[in-house]
């Protein structure tokens, strides 16, 4: 009877997802179709796949629902304002990205010939990780980590060239959670130009990866990497002229909802070249049936993320609430960067460093360009210094390699990390004029 049930469950929480999907789209285009309907969706969704969340997923989910509604509660009864709309709308169009973003795992790397060694390698693994991670996201890293480990369990080295470099695309990636998490919480932000700023930035820490990885000698020697085609960069190529198209014919759309219907639109249209119209329209469907209740812990945590911050706000809104800076320049935004990274390290996720700097900084009103820039930065340098962030937790999960020592393997590529990002912060305020 449970496995009926639950299969039936997660039909209809794909249907609410892809729902939810279709719902952020109109948001983006901005029709009129309000975001709450979306937010009906998503937490009906997140009721239907509750049950197959890990223990460590529901008590993240449920300690930022608590402290967010306890925030809630106290702001109402000191201001008499219930702002409780943020519940269903935070987050939705985030969340529909990350759904539609996630077909594009049906149209591969393209890999071919055997797996290349040593240096050359290195670089190779890295860029490519680097630029199919952005597109395809974490698929790109496992499909890549299966082949590099030849049916073993790769090396810490190679888990560290992989990490590495897919966390870099959280720089610049329209495709990447991070940046959609950036623009969302630095209105005003435009992607574009932080994109601007993180490509360079994101090019200066595959260099300091790959030196950094040289220096012991077993990489130097025999680095086992990824065997890639250049023609297989029309994957990544193909989107981004579809998100520069799609800009140009409907300039009122946001980033986040062309992104949102260009990932499924390609990925149908080369599965259909591919199998058919028959056996690509059962690929797509068992994609849609599958991977998307799959999502239940991202739904679970951006959801109960949007708990948190409408919580938060109610309070900051209300009169309560600690600064102890008066302006956020160059200087301010490396310091907190710095306590974000710590906080990554602790455990704490970057969705939830992000909300909280972003709803305290907010009365400031920092300069928007500068703030996403600084939680893209947390994201990239961050997650990979956390043994609790998900690509160690799915690379454990995987492969049953410890979180902690692929994450402390980065620690020290994350500190010239860090200093790279605070110069491109120093530089882009000179260039703001903070």
């Known amino acids: 009877?449970?496995?009926?049930?639950r299969k039936h469950a997660d039909r209809l929480a794909a249907f609410l997802v892809c729902l939810m999907v279709l719902i952020a789209i109109l948001v983006g285009a901005r029709t009129g179709v309000p975001a709450w309907l979306g937010g009906v969706a998503?937490?009906?969704?997140?009721?239907?796949?509750w049950p197959g969340l890990d223990h460590r997923q529901r008590r993240q989910a449920w300690g930022l629902m608590g402290i967010g509604v306890a925030a809630f509660v106290w702001a109402g009864v000191r201001g008499g304002q219930w702002p409780w709309l943020g519940v269903l709308t935070k987050n939705i169009t985030l969340l529909g990205m990350l759904a539609g973003v996630s077909f594009l795992q049906l149209i591969g790397?393209?890999?071919?010939?055997?797996?290349?060694?040593?240096?050359r390698a290195l670089w190779q693994t890295i860029l490519g990780v680097?630029?199919?991670g952005a597109v395809i996201n974490l698929s790109a890293v496992f499909i890549m980590g299966d082949r590099m480990g030849g049916?073993?369990?790769?090396s810490i080295p190679q888990f560290s060239a992989l990490t590495r470099g897919f966390l870099g695309g959280a720089l610049w990636s329209p495709f990447f959670a991070?940046?959609?998490?950036?623009?969302?919480?630095?209105?005003?932000?435009?992607?574009?130009v932080v994109a601007a700023w993180g490509v360079p930035l994101a090019l200066v820490l595959m260099l300091l990866s790959g030196l950094d990885l040289l220096r012991q000698r077993e990489v130097a020697a025999g680095f086992v990497g990824y065997p890639m085609r250049p023609a297989a960069l029309w994957v990544p190529s193909a989107l981004a002229g579809m998100v520069i198209v799609g800009h140009w014919l409907w300039p009122h759309w946001t980033t986040l909802a062309i992104v949102t219907l260009a990932a499924p639109l390609m990925a149908a249209l080369v599965v259909f070249s591919r199998s058919g119209a028959g056996e690509g329209g059962t690929r797509i469907a068992r994609h849609a049936m599958h991977r998307l209740p799959a999502m239940r812990g991202e739904i679970a945590l951006f959801l109960a993320a949007a708990v948190f911050a409408t919580g938060l706000n109610a309070l900051i809104a209300s009169g309560v609430g600690w600064q102890p800076m008066t302006h956020v320049g160059a200087?301010?935004?490396?310091?907190?960067?710095?306590?974000?990274i710590v906080f990554c390290v602790l455990g704490i996720h970057a969705v939830i460093s992000i909300t909280t700097v972003a709803v305290w900084l907010a009365p400031l009103h920092p300069d928007p360009m500068l703030m996403a820039l600084v939680y893209m930065q947390c994201w990239a340098i961050g997650l990979a210094a956390s043994p609790m962030s998900g690509i160690h937790l799915a690379l454990q999960g995987r492969y049953g390699v410890?979180?902690?020592?692929?994450?402390?393997?980065?620690?020290r590529y994350c500190a010239k990390a860090y200093v790279a990002a605070v110069v491109t912060l120093f530089l882009m305020a000179a260039w703001r004029g903070l």
């Open 1 to 5: 009877m449970f496995l009926p049930a």
């Open 42 to 49: 998503g937490w009906g969704a997140l009721a239907l796949l």
């Open 109 to 119: 790397l393209g890999e071919t010939g055997a797996p290349p060694r040593g240096r």
């Open 130 to 132: 680097h630029v199919f």
């Open 151 to 154: 049916g073993r369990t790769p």
């Open 178 to 192: 991070a940046t959609a998490v950036a623009i969302t919480n630095a209105p005003g932000a435009s992607l574009g």
């Open 331 to 340: 200087l301010e935004a490396s310091l907190v960067l710095a306590g974000m």
């Open 402 to 411: 410890s979180a902690v020592h692929m994450a402390r393997a980065n620690w």
